[in-house]
């Protein structure tokens, strides 16, 4: 309780990343971690630097030609650039729909395409037949490896345009390094039709067009020019590494990751609460990370060694966890377990353990013999797959490493989805009537998971 009363203490604003917030907590965490007598874990420091960059919208404007004239907006609009200004001419026009080919079972349907110099045009959300669209968020991704120019996303229907402005702004974080297309953004549905509709493509029609059974991506008989204004803002995020140094002579390692970030100072001068202090998501889970530390550096010295990392920009994409795995202070074949710990204080005590990634390492069948020794059933739902790209575990499952979320705050559909469509991302995750009994044992959960993933008799060294 302690931990979480300081870390989501108004004086620690909200720990947005780059900002003195995230300094005092990075700060904080550390000086714990040291305390419990935890060595630096990053080439000698606790601090590893993620360069980061934000962006924000100027002005822009789309201007579509076509055979019977040309048609512009800014209205409903927002793109961003790669630069501060951008301005891009005669750029052919592809419709993808909603680029299901990004997800199709035999293989990628756009593996032999690129789009260099093309504008992509795609739907966001759901085509109502009971298939998932990837996210606008991977879409983006996988446009912008194949070289598109442009990328711009129509709205959901049914969708206020001011939540689908809030949508895309709230992505507009990224490591400084990070590629990114010449201009992305979205459109309501209003500004397609005004752009679109002239030459015979208005928004219901693509919606149609895209839903059919035999839709495949088709360039349009248009040509979009597009001027971006940017605003940019260059700074240090910061992760905290610290290692409990086993006692053996393996060079076997065991993780636990937790991020650190949440959304700063969130609302706008004026508002009666501005900050968004971030109780459960994840004070608690730095103090289950703090205090399994503790107790593990306090007991037996373990055999392999274990390492404690908090992460910056989670909540802008994974970005502090993803510079984790590009630069690790040691070979990530090495990390034979990770549990990330998120938002762990959601149920009361004696609540089931879920994992967030069953099924997709070896881990599992030990997870569930300490869940037993400690009195807790294990639950299986198949809705728990929903978060495995959402955690920092997956930063580091993408790339080889077994690594999962595992708890009570997982086990409950209700309380979860209740989280979720309640204080979850505003100024109301705060401490007051947080409930920890699940925290508690989810702390000794770790703790015992600790011991035993670091102790080869009960978890032998994987085949490598």
Not at 17 to 44: D, H, Q, R
Not at 329 to 337: T, V
Not at 346 to 363: C, D, F, K, Q, S
């Given at each position: ?76 609009v927002i793109a961003f650039g790669s630069r501060e200004t951008v301005d891009l001419n ?211 010295r373990p055999e392999r060694d274990i390492m404690f990392v908090t992460t910056t920009a ?50 599992d069948a030990l997870i569930d013999g300490i869940a037993r020794e400690q009195g807790r ?88």
């Amino acid at each position: 309780m302690r931990h979480i009363e300081i870390l989501a203490s108004d004086e620690f604003e909200g720990r947005e990343p780059g900002t003195a917030g995230e300094a005092l907590a990075v700060s904080y965490i550390a000086t714990e971690l040291s305390a419990a007598g935890l060595m630096p874990g990053y080439n000698g420091h606790y601090f590893q630097p993620v360069a980061l960059v934000s962006r924000f919208d100027g002005r822009s404007e789309l201007r579509v030609t076509h055979a019977g004239g040309e048609r512009s907006a800014s209205a409903e609009v927002i793109a961003f650039g790669s630069r501060e200004t951008v301005d891009l001419n005669t750029l052919p026009v592809i419709f993808v729909g909603h680029a299901l080919g990004i997800l199709a079972d035999d293989g990628d349907a756009f593996a032999d395409s690129r789009f260099d110099g093309q504008a992509v045009l795609l739907l966001r959300g759901d085509r109502g037949t009971g298939e998932t669209a990837p996210s606008f968020r991977r879409s983006l991704a996988f446009f912008r490896d194949r070289g598109a120019a442009a990328i711009i996303g129509i709205a959901e229907r049914g969708t206020p345009w001011d939540a689908s402005l809030a949508s895309m702004r709230f992505r507009q974080t990224y490591r400084a390094q990070s590629h990114r297309a010449d201009v992305e953004g979205i459109v309501s549905a209003e500004t397609t039709d005004l752009l679109f509709g002239e030459a015979g493509y208005p928004v219901e029609r693509l919606f149609e067009m895209a839903a059919a059974d035999d839709f495949q991506p088709m360039a349009l008989p248009v040509e979009l020019n597009v001027r971006t204004e940017t605003l940019f803002d260059r700074y240090d995020g910061i992760n905290v590494v610290a290692l409990l140094p086993g006692t053996g002579d393996t060079d076997d390692t065991v993780m636990f990751t937790a991020h650190h970030d949440h959304f700063g100072i969130c609302r706008p001068e004026g508002a009666e609460d501005r900050i968004c202090n971030g109780a459960i998501d994840n004070a608690s889970g730095i103090a289950a990370l703090i205090e399994t530390a503790r107790a593990l550096a306090a007991g037996p010295r373990p055999e392999r060694d274990i390492m404690f990392v908090t992460t910056t920009a989670e909540e802008s994409g994974l970005l502090g966890a993803f510079a984790f795995v590009e630069a690790p202070p040691r070979p990530l074949e090495q990390i034979i377990a990770l549990f990330n710990l998120d938002s762990i204080a959601i149920a009361p005590r004696g609540m089931p353990v879920g994992i967030i990634g069953r099924g997709l390492t070896p881990l599992d069948a030990l997870i569930d013999g300490i869940a037993r020794e400690q009195g807790r059933d294990n639950y299986t739902g198949a809705e728990l797959d929903a978060y495995v790209r959402r955690l920092d575990s997956w930063a580091f499952l993408a790339n080889g490493v077994p690594a999962l979320a595992v708890g009570g705050s997982f086990a409950d559909p209700e309380l979860l989805n209740g989280f979720l469509r309640g204080v979850y991302h505003s100024p109301d995750d705060e401490i007051e009537g947080m409930e920890l009994g699940g925290a508690l044992d989810d702390l000794l959960l770790h703790i015992a998971l600790g011991r035993a993933f670091a102790d080869p008799a009960r978890y032998p060294t994987p085949q490598r």
